[in-house]
């Protein structure tokens, strides 16, 4: 196992999630009455995010390296579809969309390589979440 590790922090910011890492921010959460936020990402849509994301970032890393040149666009399209007992996304569709010169080859290996992406290995394979307490909110 390696040592890399990556991290976010997490705090209340005007009612809603602040996330934060490096110098990178975006807001999360629902209205006080529940209600969705127009401005903010749900936190289904975060982990939707991350692996439309890593996908592309995945196929655009493979193409380069593997010498791929006619591949000019990538789009990842993410559906989550929610279950209630226990809450939670129970299954996700991903619409991989690949423009340019490519052959019937490149784009296979292409679609192939999606899959090895990080968060997709993670989600698939599940992980272990071990939450503590701390008794000071704040932390940072």
Do not use: W
Not at 64 to 83: D, F, P, S, Y
């Amino acid at each position: 196992m390696s040592n890399d590790r990556i991290s976010v922090h997490v705090r209340e910011q005007e009612g809603k999630a602040r996330i934060s890492t490096r110098e990178a921010v975006l807001l999360s959460g629902r209205a006080a009455d529940g209600t969705e936020l127009a401005d903010t990402f749900k936190a289904g849509e975060l982990i939707l995010g991350a692996l439309g994301t890593c996908i592309l970032g995945t196929v655009r890393a493979y193409a380069k390296n593997h010498g791929i040149t006619g591949l000019r666009e990538v789009q990842v399209e993410v559906l989550g579809e929610e279950a209630v007992s226990p809450a939670r996304i129970a299954r996700v569709k991903v619409a991989l969309a690949l423009a340019g010169n490519l052959s019937e080859e490149d784009e296979l290996r292409l679609h192939r390589a999606a899959g090895a992406c990080k968060i997709h290995n993670t989600l698939s394979r599940g992980l272990e979440i071990q939450i503590s307490e701390t008794r000071q909110a704040t932390l940072a």
